[in-house]
């Protein structure tokens, strides 16, 4: 049995949200919730656009989640994002109570497991999937900016 | 020479907006953005109201303050802000470069400086102004609650 709706299903529409940031020359970050199989909440990282720095990918969809849903707790959702979360998310996913977190690169130096910020003990944590392509965008947004210097 | 405008002046502006939040049954925290002596944000918790997690004070103050300054660092800028800010508040806040943050209750078991999460290196902190009208407020807030239990 095919199942279309696996966690690369779902990161791939994450990394369609990153490319959208990238093409708007923000750093490529993106992130959906997913509830019952389907996606609830799309956001990319609008800190530039926006010229606020609480305006990470996670953040949006988290407040997009909870408008969906018509409720501050997101308890049977699954948030997808390319990259590890900072600290400031990972306490926004704590204060949500989100069931899982599945993220695709890891962010050492900024990520909130180096950080040592707790999640809900009640989410369930999934890193590294699409990893490598989560990652790549990255490296060539910051590439790119290097070479515009 | 008398200089009105000290930190117990700014903390009880934070304290006016967290009794805006305890009239709304909303958790009593309240915070304000000072810039060159002058209050440039002001905002209260509105996480029930708002149905979002990520509706706490300082996070509205920060949105609010680089609104006003029209970019989203707040190098100048002081939050006062009544309670000891949460993990994802100290992650906004290191991610908004603050000069300055001065809080008054602290908050064993939630707050950021148990939790080991950083502010920005050049962030100054001053805690425990005007800390007992701010605990006090929230101690009301939370013996009402359980009464009404």
Avoid at 83 to 91: F, I, N, Q, R, T
Avoid at 115 to 131: C, E, F, S, Y
Wanted: glycine share 8%; net charge neutral.
């Amino acid at each position: 049995m095919i199942t279309p709706f696996d966690d690369n299903h779902f990161m791939k529409q994450a990394l369609n949200e990153a490319k959208r940031a990238f093409d708007k020359d923000e750093v490529p970050i993106g992130a959906v919730v997913v509830a019952k199989g389907q996606v609830i909440a799309r956001a990319h990282n609008l800190t530039e656009t926006l010229n606020d720095v609480t305006a990470h990918a996670e953040m949006q969809a988290i407040t997009a989640a909870a408008n969906y849903l018509g409720g501050k707790y997101l308890k049977d959702c699954t948030l997808y994002v390319t990259l590890e979360p900072c600290s400031m998310c990972a306490g926004a996913l704590f204060w949500s109570q989100i069931s899982k977190v599945v993220f695709g690169a890891t962010d050492p130096g900024r990520g909130y497991q180096e950080k040592g910020v707790d999640l809900h003990p009640k989410t369930i944590v999934k890193q590294g999937v699409l990893a490598k392509e989560c990652g790549d965008l990255l490296k060539l947004f910051f590439e790119g900016k290097r070479q515009s210097k």
